[in-house]
């Protein structure tokens, strides 16, 4: 994969050169040219190909995302020239011939197997989860108003609307969701940690069960984002109860495949019965606030 990035990207410059500037290549240049692309196309598609499924799903996702970006890049960068007039070579030329070097540079930081894939993914996840949380956070402190920053407008005039406000009753059950999402934080932080330090791609077996694990993992990083969506003004309790129900079932579903699975030796399991029960005493708080909508 390594040597086929490489070679598509030195044709990438080639293709680029020959139409920097005039006078026009020649038919037949042209048609040795393109078929060095196409040849540097093919190979790349080919090696992602011969990469087993047995490898891991999530390793072969990676390597194929990495391998489409190239692909992408160079009809980009084919568009770019024909659609281009051959005085001088062009800004969009000069972007689109950068665009595959980037994407063919990808390759070094590909994870080499589906142990590394999935730390990856877990890791991306985490950030997602992390940002969410942060700006939560940000909007519970920065007062009773959390569209200040955004509807200072003098045409809307004075802004008593309750509608833009937290209600004592609203925080009371926003807390809890904010500890629901604490916890995914602490779950996905946690389970990155021992793919990192148990994790193996030696057998099917652990090679599925890390699949399985970062299959469950991503669902969380959208179900946050839902539930921090519904926590905002005017609050719709019975909304957030949904939305939190939904997370702390993922979250749930997460600790689960984690204990079964051998990144999880009896060493660990503490965390897992711990986060275990946070995640039911958050969701038990936020049942007890929403009674009433029901």
Same mark, same amino acid.
């Given at each position: 994969?390594?040597q086929?990035f490489k070679?598509?990207?030195q044709e990438?410059?080639? +293709?680029?050169?020959?139409?920097?500037?005039p006078p026009?290549?020649?038919? #037949?240049d042209c048609?040795k040219?393109?078929?060095d692309v *196409?040849?540097? /196309?093919?190979a790349?598609?080919?090696?992602?190909?011969w =990469?087993?499924?047995?490898q891991?799903?999530?390793?072969r996702?990676? $390597?194929?995302? !990495?391998?489409t970006?190239?692909v992408?890049?160079?009809?980009?960068?084919?568009e770019? /020239?024909?659609s281009?007039?051959?005085?001088?070579?062009?800004q #969009?030329?000069?972007?689109?011939?950068?665009?595959?070097w980037?994407?063919c540079?990808?390759?070094s930081? =590909?994870?080499?197997?589906? *142990?590394?894939a999935?730390?990856?993914a877990?890791a991306?996840c985490?950030?997602v989860?992390?940002?969410?949380?942060?700006e939560?956070e940000r909007a519970l $402190?920065?007062?009773?108003?959390?569209?200040s920053?955004?509807? #200072?407008d003098e045409e809307?005039g004075?802004r008593g609307?309750r509608?833009?406000?937290?209600?004592?009753?609203?925080r009371?059950?926003?807390?809890s969701?904010?500890?629901l999402m604490?916890a995914?934080?602490?779950?996905?932080?946690?389970? =990155?940690?021992v793919v990192?330090?148990?994790?193996?791609a030696?057998?099917?077996e652990?090679i599925?069960?890390l699949d399985?694990?970062a299959d /469950?993992?991503?669902e /969380?990083?959208?179900?946050v984002d839902?539930?921090?969506?519904?926590?905002?003004?005017?609050?719709? *309790?019975?909304?957030?109860r949904?939305? !939190?129900?939904k997370?702390?079932s993922?979250l749930k579903?997460?600790?689960?495949?984690t204990?079964?699975s051998? $990144?999880?030796?009896?060493s660990e399991?503490?965390w897992?019965q711990?986060l275990?029960? !946070?995640?039911?005493?958050n969701?038990n708080k936020?049942?007890n606030?929403?009674q009433?909508? +029901?």
């Amino acid at each position: 994969l390594d040597q086929t990035f490489k070679a598509t990207s030195q044709e990438a410059t080639k +293709l680029s050169l020959a139409f920097s500037r005039p006078p026009p290549t020649s038919a #037949e240049d042209c048609r040795k040219l393109s078929e060095d692309v *196409q040849n540097a /196309i093919l190979a790349v598609a080919t090696v992602y190909y011969w =990469l087993p499924k047995g490898q891991g799903t999530t390793l072969r996702k990676m $390597v194929r995302d !990495a391998t489409t970006e190239v692909v992408e890049g160079m009809i980009q960068l084919t568009e770019t /020239i024909l659609s281009a007039p051959l005085e001088s070579l062009s800004q #969009e030329q000069l972007i689109s011939t950068g665009g595959v070097w980037e994407a063919c540079e990808q390759v070094s930081n =590909l994870p080499r197997d589906n *142990q590394a894939a999935v730390a990856s993914a877990l890791a991306a996840c985490l950030g997602v989860v992390k940002d969410a949380l942060e700006e939560m956070e940000r909007a519970l $402190v920065e007062g009773q108003d959390p569209y200040s920053d955004i509807m #200072e407008d003098e045409e809307l005039g004075f802004r008593g609307n309750r509608d833009t406000y937290w209600s004592e009753a609203d925080r009371k059950l926003l807390s809890s969701c904010m500890g629901l999402m604490k916890a995914s934080k602490a779950c996905l932080k946690k389970v =990155l940690g021992v793919v990192k330090a148990y994790g193996k791609a030696d057998s099917p077996e652990q090679i599925a069960q890390l699949d399985d694990l970062a299959d /469950i993992a991503n669902e /969380i990083s959208p179900s946050v984002d839902e539930l921090a969506l519904s926590m905002y003004p005017p609050v719709n *309790q019975l909304a957030v109860r949904l939305n !939190a129900a939904k997370l702390a079932s993922v979250l749930k579903k997460v600790l689960e495949i984690t204990k079964t699975s051998h $990144v999880c030796p009896p060493s660990e399991e503490g965390w897992v019965q711990f986060l275990t029960g !946070a995640v039911d005493h958050n969701m038990n708080k936020i049942k007890n606030f929403t009674q009433g909508q +029901l």
